[in-house]
């Protein structure tokens, strides 16, 4: 399966119990539009740019999301919602699309399609462009295979950046709904380009972790789900498709950090509060001890990125005057244009790995644990 996968014109995949096949949409093709899209949301000049929660361009990418999945034959669900920000009622929308597979079993994949640090310059290039342009991709992969094994649900969800209020409405919605009874697994796409290096996590077995985001939507440790599995096939997917030079990787332990573990500062937290296993797709580079110590935030090793930058030590030359951290995403440098020039064609191939790992993922059962 891997290469010769690309260029096949139709595959059967035999799995357990039954076959399926896929016209072959895999996946360069896909993996290309994903870079075109990237283009489309992340540029500054002829793209959408910034796009702060609730704002109108955050609108404009809504309906930039609509279009592009309308115009390949899905429905899209919108899902309006108004969440308190510094004492205003502001308002945001989800866009949710279903493929149905031979399994009601749903895996949901979640980006967040919002930016923020405009203040500074970013564009949201990384975080979280490179996402959304891969989901859209993703989807649209989807749609174009004949079968899947299991349903998939695509959700772009707005305004993640000032609280995760697109995943928590949805999640809260959902549950009520009973809309999150057959699903087993989610995937959180968040800032998936730019870093070092593209990791791909399990929620944390420290439940504390979680506990304000499980509160805020009414949940508790009861139902907090903190299985590695779905990162486990992820990891596995990535290095069928990808190979071992380029594959996901699992960041090391770091105080209040066990390796493959992450905190809740992304969507994937409350779907974890929910029960449903996780993983969590982020790029970055835990190795670095920066502002806070190991804690990842540190996404790149790049001098431009740093004042002064001590590689042996791997932290910045003097901690006490160091602005900048290595840090992409909510700064100047979270944009095409600087990014490509630090990193020549690093954010486009990641961006098409993504596509086409978790598609691998997606048509493949043997990623999953059999219940
Ligand atoms: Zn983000």
Known sequence: MKKTLLCSALFTLSVSGYSFATDAPTTTNYSDKAVKYLAQIADGSDGIGARPASSAKEIETG????????????????????????????TSNNYIVEKAGLSTDTIVLVAHYDSTGDDHGSLGATDNGAGLAAATAIAEALHAAQEIPYTVRVLFVGAEENGLNGSKHYVTEALKKG???????????????????VYVHAAHSDYKQYQKTCEAIGLSDKTYNKETWVRDGMLAASIDRIGEEQKYVVHPGFPGYPAGETGSWSDHAPFACAGIPIAYVESTNFNIN?????????????????????????????????????????????????????????????????????????????????S
């Not at 809309?179 to 730019?194: H, R, S």
């Open 290 to 370: 920066g502002e806070e110590g190991y804690d990842g935030y540190s996404q790149t090793e790049n001098p431009l990125m740093w004042d002064c930058y001590d590689a042996e030590n791997k932290t910045a030359c003097d901690r006490k005057t160091e602005t900048k951290w290595g840090k992409i995403w909510h700064t100047e440098f979270d944009r095409l244009d600087k990014l490509e020039q630090a990193f020549p064609g690093r954010v486009n191939k990641q961006t098409k790995n993504n596509v086409e790992v978790v598609v691998e993922y997606l048509t493949n059962n043997k990623y999953f644990k059999q």
């Open 179 to 197: 809309q999150l009874d057959n699903v087993i697994a989610m995937i959180n796409y968040d800032t998936v380009g730019g870093g070092d290096i």
């Open 63 to 90: 309906e930039w999301i609509k279009n592009k999945l309308t115009q390949v034959g899905y429905d899209v669900i919108t899902q309006p919602f108004s969440y308190e920000k510094s004492g205003k009622t502001k």
